[in-house]
C-alpha cells in the first residue's frame, strides 16, 4: 500500500525566510507525487507534480520540490515566504488501480507565516 | 470557466437523519471524486466515478453512504441515517484525465462541512 508522512503538523515562520515542508512516501510502484495549498476557506490548490523526469520540480507561487528517491521524500521548498502563503499544505501520492485513481494524502502541514 | 462547485457549504443535522451532498463538476470532466477529512485527520479517498460509473469505491465507510452520479453529470452523496462519526468537511473533485497524466490536474470543490450532533 502507498502512503505519504507528513512529519510537521504545524511550522511557523517569518516573513521572507526560508521554509521546508517535509513529505516522505512509501510505495512499492510507481511513484507520483503531488503537492496541495488549502487556503483558509477554499478548496485544494494543485501547487506542483512530480510524475517523472528531472527530480527538481518547479510549482506556482515560487514554490518547488525535489524528488528523492534514495530517501524516499519529497520535500516542499521556498526561498523566501509571504504572509499570504499562510496555508495548509497536503503531500499526496496518486494510487493507479486498473481504471480507477486516487490520491492518498498526508495529514497537512499547517504553515504560519508572521512578520 | 466555474470551477468545482459544492452544496451545501455548511450542513449541521441530528442523528439518525439524512443528509445528501451534491457535487457539481467543471463541465466536461469524466473523472469525479468524493473524498472526506475527519477534523485533525488526513484527507480520505471514498470513491471515483468516470462518467456515471463507479471505479473504485473502496473508501465508503459503510452502506450508510450511498454516491450517485446519473448521466455522468453531477454527483451526490447520501448519507442515511447519519452518525455522530460522519463529522467533517467532504470534498469533491473532477479532472479530466488521470492526475498522472501530464497537463492534468484535479479541481477540488470548497468543500461541505457537515456536522452531526
Known sequence: ?115 | EAGVTQFPSHSVIEKGQTVTLRCDPISGHDNLYWYRRVMGKEIKFLLHFVKESKQDESGMPNNRFLAERTGGTYSTLKVQPAELEDSGVYFCASSQAFVTVMNTEAFFGQGTRLTVV
Open chain 1, 1 to 115: 500500500a502507498q502512503s505519504v508522512t507528513q512529519l510537521d503538523s504545524q511550522v511557523p515562520v517569518f516573513e521572507e525566510a526560508p521554509v521546508e515542508l517535509r513529505c516522505n512516501y512509501s510505495s512499492s510502484v510507481s511513484v507520483y507525487l503531488f503537492w496541495y495549498v488549502q487556503y483558509p476557506n477554499q478548496g485544494l490548490q494543485l501547487l506542483l507534480k512530480y510524475l517523472s523526469g528531472s527530480t527538481l520540480v518547479k510549482g506556482i507561487n515560487g514554490f518547488e520540490a525535489e524528488f528523492n528517491k534514495s530517501q524516499t521524500s519529497f520535500h516542499l521548498r521556498k526561498p523566501s515566504v509571504h504572509i499570504s502563503d499562510t496555508a495548509e499544505y497536503f503531500c499526496a501520492v496518486s494510487v493507479i488501480t486498473g481504471t480507477a485513481s486516487k490520491l492518498t494524502f498526508g495529514t497537512g502541514t499547517r504553515l504560519q507565516v508572521t512578520l
